[in-house]
């Protein structure tokens, strides 16, 4: 897992993790990676520094940033209010959407190619600013 700076091209800067920086790449050339504030498709990298600390040094854990409580409190939100369907989020989504499924708010995961056919299709997706917790029995 990788964590880059980003910016929208409204200024937005937020944080959000990926696989690697090619699974970066690969989202961000689907327009699948948008701006936690307005949702904005125009998101670049920004400047960051490493987060790099001598494992001699015991400093206290540091206080999250604003960004980071509200993306907790939103993922706390989802996951409260939502049903998790893991990989069959694309079918689920789908199923919803031609009635075939019944009506309610899903969270889960799909492969890139996935979620761009949905959004062609006109099924409303949106990523998530976080990976979503793998629940089990």
């Known amino acids: 897992m990788i964590q880059f700076a980003l910016r929208c091209d409204d200024d937005h800067r937020f944080e959000s993790w990926f696989k690697s920086s090619e699974a970066f790449d ?9 701006c936690i504030i307005c949702g904005s498709s125009k998101v670049e990298k920004a400047l960051m520094a490493p987060k790099v600390r001598d494992s001699r040094s015991q ?21 409260q209010n939502s049903e998790y369907v893991g990989m069959n989020f694309a079918r689920e989504a789908r199923d ?41 029995n």
Do not use: C, M, N
């Not at 690969?26 to 948008?34: D, F, Q, R, S, Y």
């Not at 009506?103 to 006109?122: H, Q, T, W």
């Open 26 to 34: 690969k989202l961000h050339k689907a327009g699948l990676v948008t």
């Open 59 to 79: 400093r206290p854990a540091e206080t999250p940033s604003i960004q980071e409580q509200a993306l907790a409190a939103l993922r706390k939100q989802i996951e």
């Open 96 to 136: 919803i959407k031609d009635g075939i499924a019944p009506e309610r708010s899903i969270y889960g995961e799909a492969r890139p190619d996935e979620a761009k056919k949905l959004i062609e299709d006109g099924v409303p997706v949106t990523p998530l600013p976080f990976v979503p917790g793998r629940k089990s």
